[in-house]
């Protein structure tokens, strides 16, 4: 069955967004904005996940949607505390100044 | 171009500026409204793909909960300004993004060319099948084997007028072996078992009717319903029905209406293309007359129900309180007295059933069958009115709907969601715990201090000299509550 709108669209538009969410990953330095990049990567993953669900009429992608979403909002909850902690120790978020993991 | 697709050009366009602004704007508030702007155009991207629950969970839950978590720990930070100007890494930027367009375009340019990806079509889903007790015979054990099938799927015990639970099989051919349930003494012989063919993605009730009467030498028979669990029309009520009960007679569900009285009018004969039939008169003055018929006026939800015809599938609008009729319609005419059509015709009928319900997005499925009686007494029509069973939720609520994806999350899915549950509680607490406060409490520092000047003779000879008393700051991790 053929869509107005076909499922490579939709595919090629979340690799966009993937793509621009890992430049931002790589190039920014505020923790904060590398943070909010993963966050693009992971709707654009949903934004394939449900054109496929469309595709295949098959409701187990948007069930996978629900439980990356739920586990973004998490991870989001648990990153920023992190970061909190961090700011409260170094007072920078500045991800360059964050090497003490390094070997 | 249609409207859609400029509709998705537009939102998408949309969407990727807003993330381009984001990864470009100095200022990280307005990156976080960049990025609401983005889900925003994605969740207006979702509705496009028939996932309404989810349009509205993006905008719930991401936009809703986790930008602004953003926003607040943005604005607690007071990281707006951020600092991107570093020389060590300046040929980054201009190399990963020459790396990300060469990527994209990698992927997307072979798959324009290819015209598109090869995609299969979604799998029909399993056939599913119940079987329904309508003969009139005791209890029966229904059998059925099959290619497909390893070992054949039995029924046991199925009582008249019950219906086993849909049952998911292969697809395929099958022979259904009635047999009686005390004695499992099989009620025909298995070369005369009837055969029904399941195919993917349907339904089927699996009706077995009839009687076992060696005398005329007539065997149980199966009639295959379909059961189309597709949404009904808004306000309708689907039911399939099926006469299991009268061989002679070709049966018709009418709705009586409020008087309860099948009603009957009088009218031209029309052949098909709606012209009036006239019939030759042997009268000079008038030599053609209209012929006239005596019709049923009430509502006709399901004609035409021979003994193991078609089962019929009509639509019918919702209603609490019908009173329907089984009207014989072979012999209608036959009823009807010239002095007195509307009472006469009240003979036709065969069941009343008053006070009937039909339900919106529902199927009936609606079986006229002879009730067994072991007297003598003349065999009665009963209806099997097995189900308002609301089976396969995700056809009836709707592809994305939240109703149906209730239904698959809380059945299927049920392990993982209580899983997710638990990681968000973990995550709670594991926030909790590092929300707090750093460093000693007082209570803390003092007892360490009270440590350091007893067990330190050195730093006892400093305080002695300079009269006051030495603290050693030394860093150290926060220690956990030792508890003494």
Same mark, same amino acid.
Request: with cysteine; charged share 15%; proline share 5%.
């Given at each position: 069955?053929?869509?107005?709108?076909?499922?490579?669209?939709?595919?090629?538009?979340?690799?966009?967004?993937?793509?621009?969410?890992?430049?931002?990953? /790589?190039?920014?330095?505020?923790?904060?904005?590398?943070? #909010?990049? *993963?966050?693009?990567?992971?709707?654009?993953?949903? @934004? =394939? +996940?449900?054109?496929?669900?469309?595709?295949?009429?098959? /409701?187990?992608?948007?069930?996978?949607?629900?439980?990356? #979403?739920? *586990?973004?909002?998490?991870?989001?909850?648990?990153? @920023? =505390? +992190?970061?909190?902690?961090?700011?409260?120790?170094?007072?920078?978020?500045?991800?360059?100044?964050?090497?003490?993991?390094?070997? | 171009?249609?409207?859609?697709?400029?509709?998705?050009?537009?939102?998408?366009?949309?969407?990727?500026?807003?993330?381009?602004?984001?990864?470009?704007?100095?200022?990280?508030?307005?990156?976080?409204?960049?990025?609401?702007?983005?889900?925003?155009?994605?969740?207006?991207?979702?509705?496009?793909?028939?996932?309404?629950?989810?349009?509205?969970?993006?905008?719930?839950?991401?936009?809703?909960?986790?930008?602004?978590?953003?926003?607040?720990?943005?604005?607690?930070?007071?990281?707006?300004?951020?600092?991107?100007?570093?020389?060590?890494?300046?040929?980054?930027?201009?190399?990963?993004?020459?790396?990300?367009?060469?990527?994209?375009?990698?992927?997307?340019?072979?798959?324009?060319?290819?015209?598109?990806?090869?995609?299969?079509?979604?799998?029909?889903?399993?056939?599913?099948?119940?079987?329904?007790?309508?003969?009139?015979?005791?209890?029966?054990?229904?059998?059925?084997?099959?290619?497909?099938?390893?070992?054949?799927?039995?029924?046991?015990?199925?009582?008249?007028?019950?219906?086993?639970?849909?049952?998911?099989?292969?697809?395929?051919?099958?022979?259904?072996?009635?047999?009686?349930?005390?004695?499992?003494?099989?009620?025909?012989?298995?070369?005369?078992?009837?055969?029904?063919?399941?195919?993917?993605?349907?339904?089927?009730?699996?009706?077995?009717?009839?009687?076992?009467?060696?005398?005329?030498?007539?065997?149980?028979?199966?009639?295959?319903?379909?059961?189309?669990?597709?949404?009904?029309?808004?306000?309708?009520?689907?039911?399939?029905?099926?006469?299991?009960?009268?061989?002679?007679?070709?049966?018709?569900?009418?709705?009586?209406?409020?008087?309860?009285?099948?009603?009957?009018?009088?009218?031209?004969?029309?052949?098909?293309?709606?012209?009036?039939?006239?019939?030759?008169?042997?009268?000079?003055?008038?030599?053609?007359?209209?012929?006239?018929?005596?019709?049923?006026?009430?509502?006709?939800?399901?004609?035409?129900?021979?003994?193991?015809?078609?089962?019929?599938?009509?639509?019918?609008?919702?209603?609490?309180?019908?009173?329907?009729?089984?009207?014989?319609?072979?012999?209608?005419?036959?009823?009807?007295?010239?002095?007195?059509?509307?009472?006469?015709?009240?003979?036709?009928?065969?069941?009343?059933?008053?006070?009937?319900?039909?339900?919106?997005?529902?199927?009936?499925?609606?079986?006229?069958?002879?009730?067994?009686?072991?007297?003598?007494?003349?065999?009665?029509?009963?209806?099997?009115?097995?189900?308002?069973?609301?089976?396969?939720?995700?056809?009836?609520?709707?592809?994305?709907?939240?109703?149906?994806?209730?239904?698959?999350?809380?059945?299927?899915?049920?392990?993982?969601?209580?899983?997710?549950?638990?990681?968000?509680?973990?995550?709670?607490?594991?926030?909790?715990?590092?929300?707090?406060?750093?460093?000693?409490?007082?209570?803390?520092?003092?007892?360490?201090?009270?440590?350091?000047?007893?067990?330190?003779p050195l730093v006892n000879v400093i305080s002695q000299q300079t009269g006051t008393d030495v603290y050693v700051d030394v860093p150290r991790l926060d220690?956990?509550?030792?508890?003494?």
């Amino acid at each position: 069955m053929d869509f107005v709108v076909p499922t490579e669209f939709f595919f090629v538009l979340s690799l966009v967004l993937f793509v621009l969410g890992a430049l931002g990953v /790589l190039l920014r330095k505020n923790a904060i904005l590398v943070f #909010m990049s *993963v966050e693009l990567m992971l709707n654009s993953a949903n @934004l =394939a +996940l449900v054109a496929f669900a469309r595709q295949w009429n098959s /409701l187990n992608g948007h069930i996978f949607v629900f439980f990356v #979403m739920t *586990v973004a909002a998490a991870e989001v909850a648990v990153g @920023l =505390a +992190l970061i909190v902690a961090i700011f409260k120790s170094k007072r920078s978020i500045n991800i360059d100044d964050l090497h003490q993991m390094e070997g | 171009m249609g409207l859609e697709l400029a509709f998705f050009l537009a939102i998408g366009g949309l969407a990727v500026l807003f993330a381009v602004g984001m990864l470009l704007s100095e200022n990280a508030v307005h990156s976080a409204l960049f990025l609401i702007g983005n889900f925003g155009c994605v969740a207006m991207l979702f509705l496009m793909l028939d996932a309404p629950f989810i349009g509205m969970v993006q905008i719930v839950v991401y936009t809703g909960a986790i930008m602004v978590l953003f926003l607040f720990v943005i604005m607690l930070l007071g990281a707006e300004q951020t600092t991107d100007t570093d020389r060590r890494f300046r040929w980054l930027t201009g190399t990963a993004t020459a790396l990300a367009i060469a990527f994209i375009a990698a992927i997307a340019v072979p798959m324009v060319i290819g015209g598109g990806l090869v995609l299969p079509e979604g799998q029909p889903g399993l056939p599913q099948v119940r079987i329904v007790h309508g003969a009139n015979l005791d209890n029966l054990n229904v059998t059925l084997t099959g290619d497909s099938l390893e070992e054949p799927l039995v029924i046991e015990d199925l009582a008249f007028g019950e219906a086993s639970d849909f049952i998911e099989v292969p697809a395929g051919e099958y022979s259904v072996m009635l047999a009686q349930a005390e004695g499992n003494t099989a009620l025909m012989p298995p070369s005369m078992s009837p055969t029904i063919s399941l195919e993917a993605g349907n339904v089927f009730s699996v009706l077995a009717y009839g009687t076992l009467d060696t005398n005329t030498g007539s065997f149980p028979d199966v009639a295959l319903l379909p059961n189309e669990f597709v949404n009904t029309p808004d306000d309708e009520g689907r039911i399939v029905a099926f006469n299991a009960y009268d061989q002679e007679r070709t049966l018709a569900l009418v709705d009586l209406g409020a008087d309860q009285r099948v009603t009957v009018v009088e009218r031209d004969v029309r052949d098909e293309e709606g012209n009036v039939v006239y019939a030759e008169r042997a009268s000079e003055e008038d030599p053609l007359v209209a012929q006239r018929e005596i019709v049923i006026a009430d509502r006709v939800i399901a004609d035409n129900l021979t003994y193991g015809g078609e089962p019929v599938v009509a639509t019918y609008p919702e209603g609490e309180d019908y009173n329907l009729a089984v009207v014989d319609m072979t012999n209608f005419d036959s009823y009807i007295q010239p002095n007195d059509p509307q009472g006469s015709i009240q003979d036709s009928v065969v069941m009343r059933l008053t006070g009937y319900p039909i339900t919106t997005a529902t199927e009936q499925t609606f079986v006229i069958a002879t009730e067994p009686t072991t007297a003598d007494a003349q065999p009665r029509p009963t209806l099997l009115d097995s189900d308002q069973t609301v089976l396969l939720i995700e056809t009836l609520a709707g592809f994305g709907s939240p109703m149906a994806i209730g239904q698959i999350l809380f059945t299927d899915y049920l392990l993982p969601v209580n899983m997710v549950g638990f990681l968000l509680l973990v995550a709670l607490v594991g926030v909790i715990v590092m929300s707090r406060p750093a460093g000693l409490s007082p209570e803390q520092k003092r007892r360490r201090a009270v440590r350091r000047r007893v067990s330190r003779p050195l730093v006892n000879v400093i305080s002695q000299q300079t009269g006051t008393d030495v603290y050693v700051d030394v860093p150290r991790l926060d220690q956990p509550e030792s508890g003494d």
